[in-house]
Nanobody, 121 residues
Framework: QVQLVESGGGLVQPGGSLRLSCAASGSIFSINAMGWYRQAPGKQRELVAAITSGGTTNHADSVKGRFTISRDNAKNTVYLQMNSLKPEDTAVYYC???????????????WGQGTQVTVSS
């Protein structure tokens, strides 16, 4: 059984910062890409940032220069440092990881339960 557990969301004023964490646990053979998505009320879920096992990153244009994704492979954990937050960043943020549970199984996507980020004065 694989679990992704997120932490670090909350309420922050515009211009503030938050750091999200997502730890993968359970029967894990290997983890490929990890990423963060978000979904605001009435909108589709969108990719915020992703990172490969080798450390190559990709950030959505809307967060470039403000958000930074990173990962600690030894801890099976991915982070999202969010600076200069804006009200339009308000959303539920979801962690995603492509995980292989054994050498005999193909990798598949796993999702966290989501953490609320609210940017408001």
């Amino acid at each position: 059984q694989v679990q992704l557990v997120e932490s670090g969301g909350g309420l922050v004023q515009p211009g503030g910062s938050l750091r999200l964490s997502c730890a993968a646990s359970g029967s894990i053979f290997s983890i490929n890409a990890m990423g963060w998505y978000r979904q605001a009320p009435g909108k589709q879920r969108e990719l915020v940032a992703a990172i490969t096992s080798g450390g190559t990153t990709n950030h959505a244009d809307s967060v470039k220069g403000r958000f930074t994704i990173s990962r600690d492979n030894a801890k099976n954990t991915v982070y999202l440092q969010m600076n200069s937050l804006k009200p339009e960043d308000t959303a539920v943020y979801y962690c995603n990881a492509e995980i292989r549970v054994s050498i005999l199984r193909s990798p598949r996507d796993y999702w966290g339960q989501g953490t609320q980020v609210t940017v408001s004065s």
